[in-house]
Protein backbone atom coordinates (compact mmCIF):
# COMPACT_ATOMS: atom_id res chain seq x y z
CA UNK A 1 0.00 0.00 0.00
CA UNK A 2 3.28 2.28 0.97
CA UNK A 3 4.38 1.73 -2.55
CA UNK A 4 1.30 2.65 -4.47
CA UNK A 5 1.30 6.07 -2.66
CA UNK A 6 4.50 6.92 -3.53
CA UNK A 7 4.14 6.29 -7.15
CA UNK A 8 1.12 8.56 -7.26
CA UNK A 9 2.66 11.82 -5.23
CA UNK A 10 5.77 11.65 -7.90
CA UNK A 11 3.22 11.52 -10.63
CA UNK A 12 1.73 14.82 -9.40
CA UNK A 13 4.65 16.59 -8.46
CA UNK A 14 6.05 16.15 -12.29
CA UNK A 15 2.82 17.26 -13.26
CA UNK A 16 2.75 20.92 -11.79
CA UNK A 17 6.40 21.24 -12.75
CA UNK A 18 5.71 21.01 -16.27
CA UNK A 19 3.29 23.40 -17.27
CA UNK A 20 4.95 25.98 -14.68
CA UNK A 21 8.26 25.33 -17.16
CA UNK A 22 6.12 25.45 -20.39
CA UNK A 23 4.54 29.06 -18.92
CA UNK A 24 7.96 30.56 -18.31
CA UNK A 25 8.96 30.09 -21.97
CA UNK A 26 6.17 31.27 -23.32
CA UNK A 27 6.31 34.57 -21.50
CA UNK A 28 9.54 35.47 -23.25
CA UNK A 29 9.33 37.63 -26.36
CA UNK A 30 11.60 40.60 -28.04
CA UNK A 31 10.59 44.35 -29.28
CA UNK A 32 11.37 46.23 -32.15
CA UNK A 33 10.77 49.69 -33.00
CA UNK A 34 11.81 52.64 -34.25
CA UNK A 35 13.17 55.93 -32.75
CA UNK A 36 14.75 59.75 -33.08
CA UNK A 37 16.09 62.37 -31.27
CA UNK A 38 17.43 66.39 -31.54
CA UNK A 39 18.79 68.04 -28.66
CA UNK A 40 17.56 71.64 -30.18
CA UNK A 41 15.68 73.37 -33.09
CA UNK A 42 14.62 76.75 -33.79
CA UNK A 43 11.92 78.10 -36.65
CA UNK A 44 11.54 81.76 -36.77
CA UNK A 45 13.77 84.74 -36.86
CA UNK A 46 16.40 82.27 -35.95
CA UNK A 47 16.54 79.04 -37.51
CA UNK A 48 18.66 76.15 -35.89
CA UNK A 49 18.31 72.67 -37.51
CA UNK A 50 17.38 69.65 -35.19
CA UNK A 51 20.77 69.37 -33.39
CA UNK A 52 22.42 66.82 -32.96
CA UNK A 53 19.73 64.59 -34.36
CA UNK A 54 19.90 60.63 -34.23
CA UNK A 55 17.78 58.20 -35.70
CA UNK A 56 17.52 54.17 -34.92
CA UNK A 57 15.81 50.94 -36.28
CA UNK A 58 18.59 48.89 -35.24
CA UNK A 59 21.41 48.93 -32.77
CA UNK A 60 22.33 52.09 -30.40
CA UNK A 61 23.49 55.40 -31.90
CA UNK A 62 24.90 58.14 -30.11
CA UNK A 63 25.51 61.72 -31.29
CA UNK A 64 27.01 64.79 -28.78
CA UNK A 65 27.60 68.64 -28.94
CA UNK A 66 29.44 70.96 -27.09
CA UNK A 67 28.74 74.51 -29.32
CA UNK A 68 25.78 75.32 -31.15
CA UNK A 69 26.13 77.70 -34.57
CA UNK A 70 26.89 80.98 -33.59
CA UNK A 71 23.10 82.60 -32.91
CA UNK A 72 21.77 85.88 -30.76
CA UNK A 73 18.80 83.60 -28.83
CA UNK A 74 20.16 80.32 -27.60
CA UNK A 75 23.64 79.56 -25.62
CA UNK A 76 24.28 76.24 -24.02
CA UNK A 77 26.85 73.36 -23.25
CA UNK A 78 26.23 70.53 -24.35
CA UNK A 79 23.66 68.18 -26.23
CA UNK A 80 23.22 65.12 -26.14
CA UNK A 81 21.24 62.43 -27.83
CA UNK A 82 20.85 58.61 -28.26
CA UNK A 83 18.63 56.14 -30.09
CA UNK A 84 17.73 52.52 -30.38
CA UNK A 85 15.11 50.17 -31.03
CA UNK A 86 12.32 51.46 -29.60
CA UNK A 87 13.79 54.02 -26.96
CA UNK A 88 15.42 57.33 -27.13
CA UNK A 89 16.72 60.29 -25.16
CA UNK A 90 18.12 63.95 -25.36
CA UNK A 91 19.16 66.33 -23.16
CA UNK A 92 20.74 70.10 -22.96
CA UNK A 93 23.14 71.40 -20.30
CA UNK A 94 23.08 74.66 -18.90
CA UNK A 95 20.53 76.07 -21.60
CA UNK A 96 19.97 79.61 -21.84
CA UNK A 97 17.73 81.22 -24.23
CA UNK A 98 18.54 84.95 -23.81
CA UNK A 99 15.42 86.84 -24.89
CA UNK A 100 12.51 84.63 -23.15
CA UNK A 101 14.54 84.76 -20.08
CA UNK A 102 14.87 81.03 -19.95
CA UNK A 103 17.63 78.92 -18.18
CA UNK A 104 17.64 75.54 -17.10
CA UNK A 105 21.05 73.39 -15.41
CA UNK A 106 19.36 70.50 -17.31
CA UNK A 107 16.60 69.48 -20.10
CA UNK A 108 15.71 65.95 -20.18
CA UNK A 109 13.25 63.87 -22.92
CA UNK A 110 12.75 60.10 -22.83
CA UNK A 111 10.81 58.17 -24.86
CA UNK A 112 10.40 54.24 -24.47
CA UNK A 113 8.00 52.07 -25.89
CA UNK A 114 5.58 54.57 -27.00
CA UNK A 115 5.26 56.14 -23.52
CA UNK A 116 7.05 59.53 -23.18
CA UNK A 117 8.42 61.55 -20.06
CA UNK A 118 10.61 64.51 -19.47
CA UNK A 119 12.53 65.96 -16.47
CA UNK A 120 13.87 69.84 -15.93
CA UNK A 121 17.01 70.22 -13.20
CA UNK A 122 16.87 74.15 -11.98
CA UNK A 123 14.79 75.33 -15.03
CA UNK A 124 13.08 78.79 -14.30
CA UNK A 125 11.72 81.64 -17.08
CA UNK A 126 11.57 85.12 -15.73
CA UNK A 127 12.60 84.40 -12.34
CA UNK A 128 9.30 81.75 -12.06
CA UNK A 129 10.22 78.04 -11.29
CA UNK A 130 9.43 75.37 -14.19
CA UNK A 131 8.21 72.12 -12.67
CA UNK A 132 10.47 69.25 -12.57
CA UNK A 133 8.30 66.84 -13.41
CA UNK A 134 5.24 68.08 -15.17
CA UNK A 135 2.21 66.57 -16.69
CA UNK A 136 2.05 66.05 -20.02
CA UNK A 137 1.31 69.41 -22.25
CA UNK A 138 1.41 71.54 -19.12
CA UNK A 139 0.91 75.50 -20.81
CA UNK A 140 2.42 78.17 -18.26
CA UNK A 141 2.47 81.78 -20.01
CA UNK A 142 4.53 84.14 -18.79
CA UNK A 143 5.02 88.14 -18.96
CA UNK A 144 8.49 88.74 -20.45
CA UNK A 145 10.01 92.22 -20.00
CA UNK A 146 10.80 93.76 -23.77
CA UNK A 147 9.60 90.88 -25.87
CA UNK A 148 5.97 90.36 -23.79
CA UNK A 149 3.95 87.13 -23.46
CA UNK A 150 5.89 83.95 -23.33
CA UNK A 151 4.33 80.67 -24.11
CA UNK A 152 5.69 77.91 -22.59
CA UNK A 153 4.86 73.94 -23.10
CA UNK A 154 6.34 71.56 -21.14
CA UNK A 155 6.74 67.67 -21.76
CA UNK A 156 4.72 68.47 -24.96
CA UNK A 157 3.40 64.77 -26.19
CA UNK A 158 2.21 64.44 -29.71
CA UNK A 159 0.77 60.75 -30.93
CA UNK A 160 2.34 60.83 -34.83
CA UNK A 161 0.07 59.57 -37.57
CA UNK A 162 2.54 56.46 -37.90
CA UNK A 163 1.47 55.51 -34.30
CA UNK A 164 4.68 56.91 -32.85
CA UNK A 165 5.25 59.11 -30.01
CA UNK A 166 6.71 63.15 -29.86
CA UNK A 167 7.94 64.64 -26.20
CA UNK A 168 9.83 67.59 -26.42
CA UNK A 169 11.11 68.43 -22.44
CA UNK A 170 10.12 72.46 -23.45
CA UNK A 171 8.53 74.14 -26.37
CA UNK A 172 9.04 77.35 -26.33
CA UNK A 173 6.86 80.51 -28.28
CA UNK A 174 7.35 84.30 -28.10
CA UNK A 175 7.30 87.39 -29.70
CA UNK A 176 3.42 86.67 -31.13
CA UNK A 177 2.18 90.12 -30.33
CA UNK A 178 4.69 91.70 -32.22
CA UNK A 179 4.14 89.45 -35.29
CA UNK A 180 7.89 88.08 -35.03
CA UNK A 181 7.30 85.11 -33.61
CA UNK A 182 9.92 82.39 -32.75
CA UNK A 183 9.72 78.93 -31.76
CA UNK A 184 12.06 77.01 -29.74
CA UNK A 185 11.86 73.05 -29.46
CA UNK A 186 14.31 71.77 -26.67
CA UNK A 187 15.27 68.06 -26.25
CA UNK A 188 12.59 66.29 -28.33
CA UNK A 189 12.62 62.49 -28.72
CA UNK A 190 10.38 60.09 -30.98
CA UNK A 191 9.64 56.59 -30.26
CA UNK A 192 6.72 53.76 -31.42
CA UNK A 193 5.61 51.24 -29.22
CA UNK A 194 7.07 48.35 -30.69
CA UNK A 195 6.18 45.01 -31.88
CA UNK A 196 6.54 41.99 -29.74
CA UNK A 197 7.83 39.06 -31.58
CA UNK A 198 5.61 35.89 -30.90
CA UNK A 199 8.16 33.62 -28.18
CA UNK A 200 8.92 29.95 -29.57
CA UNK A 201 6.57 27.36 -28.19
CA UNK A 202 8.63 24.52 -26.96
CA UNK A 203 8.83 20.82 -28.21
CA UNK A 204 6.47 18.64 -25.90
CA UNK A 205 8.40 15.71 -24.77
CA UNK A 206 7.31 12.62 -23.52
CA UNK A 207 7.24 13.77 -19.94
CA UNK A 208 5.09 16.37 -21.07
CA UNK A 209 2.36 13.73 -22.18
CA UNK A 210 0.18 13.95 -19.16
CA UNK A 211 -2.61 16.92 -19.78
CA UNK A 212 -1.58 20.03 -16.86
CA UNK A 213 -3.24 19.25 -13.37
CA UNK A 214 -4.40 15.82 -14.23
CA UNK A 215 -2.22 12.76 -12.80
CA UNK A 216 -1.81 9.61 -14.36
CA UNK A 217 -3.65 6.68 -12.80
CA UNK A 218 -0.87 4.69 -9.98
CA UNK A 219 0.05 1.37 -11.18
CA UNK A 220 -0.51 -1.29 -8.19
CA UNK A 221 2.39 -3.04 -7.26
CA UNK A 222 1.97 -6.39 -5.99
CA UNK A 223 4.43 -7.98 -3.49
CA UNK A 224 3.85 -10.45 -0.55
CA UNK A 225 3.68 -9.35 3.03
CA UNK A 226 4.40 -10.82 5.80
CA UNK A 227 1.44 -12.16 8.02
CA UNK A 228 2.24 -13.21 11.68
CA UNK A 229 -0.52 -14.32 14.27
Not at 64 to 81: D, E, G, Y
Request: hydrophobic share 40%; glycine share 8%; aromatic share 0%.
Amino acid sequence: MRLMTLTASVAIAGAIAVPAAIAATASASTTTGTASAFGLSATGLVNLPQTPAVTSSSGAHHKSLVQLPANPLVKLKVLHTSASGSTSRASVVDLQVVKAALSAHLITAKCVGGEGSSHLVKASIAGHRLAADAAPNSTVNVPVQGVGSVSVVLNKQVHNSDGSLTVTAVEVKLGLATGKAQTIDISSATCSAGQATPPQQPTPTPSQSTPPGQAPVPTPVNSDLPVTG
